[in-house]
């Protein structure tokens, strides 16, 4: 009988554009699993570790590395180096005494150092909101994450601090007129803006959200806008700043 389901093998050139690796040096690269991001937003854990964090040379370090317990996502321990990782998750290695976030560039998810306070804290935005029995809000966040809080007034495109794992909310941002707005696809990846207007959504047209840019004003689909903060961001966002 043949066997069922997809592939547990990528080939490197097959690998989405959006993956920040060498396309030549090796035939084959992790693969990631099904998980809390799709594949064209996230890479496999063991590509972070060991294209782009290099703390492991071979494959078979790198499992035992993993297998062990020695690198967490989001504060929990991971053992699968087919993980996926995404925007804004903290990758860390607590005997290299590295902790790195996943930040949006035009070349697509980039490594950003953060110091050790940092990386119990992660921005997640906010997908869905819906009335649960007892007639409780449960938000649903961009990273699968969800939290059950009647004390929040949030709304889909608004974003909540959290410590991790924990979940406790320590920060919010709206989707609103005078917040930081960071872009997260396109040219303008990994720009921070302030937020000018927000236009509302019709039948034909998606909501919109007028930023004030570095390289000049610009109108982008709310989704692909992450609310980071007012004054300031509440984390690292770029890769030039820890």
């Not at 066997?3 to 554009?17: D, I, S, T």
């Not at 976030?101 to 921005?123: C, D």
């Not at 709310?222 to 004054?231: A, D, K, M, Q, Y």
């Amino acid at each position: 009988m043949g066997k069922k389901g997809g592939r547990n093998k990528l080939k490197r050139l097959a690998a989405p554009r959006s993956w920040d690796i060498s396309r030549k040096s090796d035939r084959f690269v992790f693969k990631p699993m099904p998980g809390p991001h799709p594949i064209s937003s996230s890479y496999p854990l063991g590509v972070v570790l060991r294209d782009m964090m290099s703390v492991a040379d071979l494959s078979k370090e790198l499992k035992y590395m993993v297998k062990t317990g020695k690198v967490l996502v989001d504060g929990t321990v991971r053992e699968t180096s087919r993980f996926p990782v995404g925007l804004f998750n903290i990758v860390s290695v607590p005997a290299e005494g590295t902790d790195y976030r996943l930040v949006p560039s035009p070349k697509g998810l980039v490594l950003a150092k953060v110091g050790a306070e940092e990386s119990r804290t992660k921005l997640c935005s906010v997908r869905t909101k819906t009335k649960i029995r007892g007639g409780h809000i449960q938000y649903g966040f961009h990273d699968g994450r969800s939290l059950v809080d009647d004390g929040l007034n949030l709304s889909p495109g608004d974003a909540v601090l959290l410590e991790v794992p924990s979940q406790k909310v320590v920060g919010q941002a709206k989707l609103a007129k005078g917040s930081l707005g960071l872009v997260l696809t396109g040219d303008r990846a990994g720009q921070l803006g302030k937020i000018a207007e927000v236009k509302k959504g019709t039948i034909s047209r998606e909501k919109m959200v007028r930023l004030t840019l570095p390289s000049g004003d610009a109108e982008v689909p709310s989704r692909l806008v992450f609310p980071v903060g007012t004054t300031a961001p509440m984390i690292t966002v770029g890769a030039g700043a820890s």
